[in-house]
């Protein structure tokens, strides 16, 4: 397996872990989560629209990075 062959897979992964996560779940986990309707809701315990493509380009925009306001003290 070439390089780039690896590389490839990897994207393919990462792009169906993101949908898997973002993804509405069934009405019946929904009811059972608390009306949180996907993975990544329950992880992150918010959710930014009401849409879940929205809620996964908004969460994906900050590329996995959180920055976190430091104590001034």
């Known amino acids: ?17 993101l949908l898997w996560n973002f993804c509405p779940s069934s009405p019946r986990t929904v009811k059972k989560h608390q009306g949180q309707r ?15 493509l929205e809620n996964l380009l908004i969460s994906g925009s900050m590329n996995g990075l959180r920055h976190h306001q430091q104590n001034p003290l």
């Open 1 to 17: 397996m070439t390089r780039i062959e690896k590389k490839t897979d990897e994207l393919r992964v990462r792009a169906l872990a």
């Open 38 to 52: 996907c993975p990544a809701e329950r992880i992150n315990h918010k959710r930014y629209a009401e849409n879940w």
